[in-house]
């Protein structure tokens, strides 16, 4: 199945349907996050967003939730949720943004994660932003400090 949107395709080899709505959702949800970043999406369907099976059916996934350059400048975003903003912002990120740090790069992401896990995370005393802006490359321990 595949829904179609201005920016976005979505597939799937699932049973179930893709609301109407999705697509577009996506669009607008892509066209917030590039305006965040100054820029303005391209005028083309530049991103393929594969709603995966369930976890346990994924004999030849190594890890859902990632984002991948494809030839032509587009990129394909994964996960086994239907909408999961963390991974599309990925995907807008990398459309304007594409040589940024990897700390801002999950920054961004959490930011616009609907899930707004960290939220209640403070900046750790002492830690310095230097060192974790530098780390190369970004460590996952660093997913709170991301999203300060």
């Not at 963390?86 to 959490?110: K, M, R, W, Y």
């Not at 209640?120 to 060192?131: F, L």
């Amino acid at each position: 199945m595949v829904a179609r949107g201005r920016y976005v395709e979505i597939a799937t080899l699932r049973d179930e349907p893709i609301c109407g709505g999705t697509a577009a959702y996506f669009d607008r949800f892509i066209e917030s996050g590039m305006a965040l970043l100054g820029e303005e999406p391209p005028d083309r369907r530049f991103v393929r967003f594969e709603w995966l099976m369930p976890p346990a059916e994924q004999l030849s996934v190594t890890g859902v939730g990632r984002t991948r350059c494809v030839s032509g400048g587009s990129l394909i975003t994964s996960d086994d949720s239907l909408v999961h903003e963390h991974e599309l912002a990925h995907a807008i990120h990398g459309t304007a943004l594409p040589s940024t740090n990897g700390l801002l790069q999950e920054g961004f992401a959490i930011l616009l994660d609907s899930k707004r896990i960290y939220r209640d995370m403070v900046w750790p005393e002492g830690e310095s932003i230097d060192r974790v802006v530098s780390e190369v490359p970004f460590s996952y321990d660093d997913y709170p400090l991301a999203w300060l």
